[in-house]
């Protein structure tokens, strides 16, 4: 435990866990207790099977998917409502040192909100998101944020 202006700060962990299943070449099936499973390939661009989840879709999506819920969190905290939010996310992977990486990943959210006065606590809340997002904050990639916020 560390201390910091007279307030303890106590350690946390979380744990997750999944199973993988090879059910062919380079195909798998992704499992956790309780939740259902998912089709994995790798990628066609590495002779993977078309129309099935890459390794890569997944970390792009979850990317994607960790800032949405960061958002809707800090919106719920500071009773900012929203319309609706969707979001797009592509993720480059280019070739460096012989080694292929995701370089950047680009996440366009585009959020209804119910008033003009609301814009900007939405786009506040939007940059206080991406550097709460702990799967973003575990990546070298850098992640580029391209919000549109409007009123309904």
Known sequence: RQKMNNSKIKSKKFIFKTNIKMTGDAEGLIEAKD??????S???EFR???GIWSPED????????CLMTTFSY???KKRLEIESYESSAEGTVELIDMQF???SITIRPKIIV??????????K???ISKRGCLVSNSLESEIILEPEIKVS
């Open 101 to 103: 990486v995701f370089t």
């Open 58 to 65: 997944l970390l792009v999506a979850s990317v994607n998917s």
């Open 42 to 44: 790798a990628p066609v």
């Open 114 to 123: 119910k008033a003009e006065e609301d814009i900007k606590s939405a786009k």
């Open 74 to 76: 800090y919106a719920a």
């Open 125 to 127: 809340l939007v940059e």
């Open 35 to 40: 939740k259902p499973s998912i089709k994995l």
């Open 48 to 50: 993977g099977k078309p």
